[in-house]
């Protein structure tokens, strides 16, 4: 029964209580939910699964859109999905809302482009050595380049020369005319704190495909815990 359950006050005057995490079916009925859940608390960031309340689908919130597939209150510990059980990526994006310290100007860069990767860690069954948010807290373009080097064991020149490689092209880097063919160089308008977490979403949202892309990340977790 996905449904509100009524407590009752000393007072005898009913009150609805909202389930918590640990009581929903999905949650312990699918390993993967308690998977991305441990991912997501390596440091011990989350509040326990009995302490984070999950909202009904139905009726959806007043701010829901549409569009929307959940939502988070932070300050209440609280989370609606339109959909039970959610999608892995919904789940995982939520959660990551929840977790504190992180930097509120790209909160949602946080949620939106961490997911995909915190999901392949719990599918491999892997623990992260320190918690995935903090690849935004990287402030070196040097730390991303020396793991890059170190997982494709090639001396890639900079971070233009490594995406010319892989026929990638991120916002921060522009196409440039050359007799040697397909070139990019560093778009001067783009400062050093948008290149890092445009690289990092782009490592993010390519692990799923690419196997060095996911063990880079990897490799930057186990950076970050030195």
């Not at 390596?42 to 326990?48: A, G, I, M, P, W």
């Not at 860690?121 to 730390?143: M, T, Y």
């Not at 380049?145 to 020369?161: G, Q």
Request: charged residues 25%; glycine residues 4%.
């Amino acid at each position: 029964n996905y449904g509100m359950i009524c407590v009752m006050r000393p007072t005898g005057v009913g009150v609805m209580r909202m389930p918590r995490l640990c009581e929903i079916n999905w949650f312990n009925e699918d390993e993967m939910y308690r998977r991305i859940y441990d991912v997501l608390n390596t440091e011990n960031v989350l509040s326990n699964p009995c302490e984070i309340i999950i909202l009904p689908p139905e009726p959806p919130p007043p701010e829901a859109k549409p569009s929307t597939m959940g939502l988070c209150w932070v300050a209440e510990g609280k989370i609606w999905f339109r959909l039970w059980p959610p999608p892995y990526t919904d789940f995982a994006h939520e959660l990551i809302h929840l977790i504190p310290n992180k930097d509120v100007e790209i909160e949602e860069m946080y949620a939106y482009n961490l997911s995909e990767f915190v999901v392949e860690l719990a599918r491999r069954g892997v623990k992260p050595p320190v918690n995935p948010v903090r690849l935004f807290s990287i402030n070196s373009v040097d730390l991303i380049l020396e793991s890059i080097r170190e997982v494709y064991n090639y001396p890639f020149k900079d971070l233009a020369d490594f995406f010319t490689w892989i026929g990638v092209v991120p916002p921060f880097l522009k196409p440039r005319a050359s007799t040697d063919g397909f070139v990019l160089e560093l778009d001067p308008s783009y400062d050093t704190q948008t290149i890092i977490l445009t690289t990092i979403s782009e490592f993010a949202a390519g692990c799923v495909y690419d196997e060095l892309q996911f063990m880079v990340l990897l490799r930057l977790l186990e950076k970050l815990k030195k």
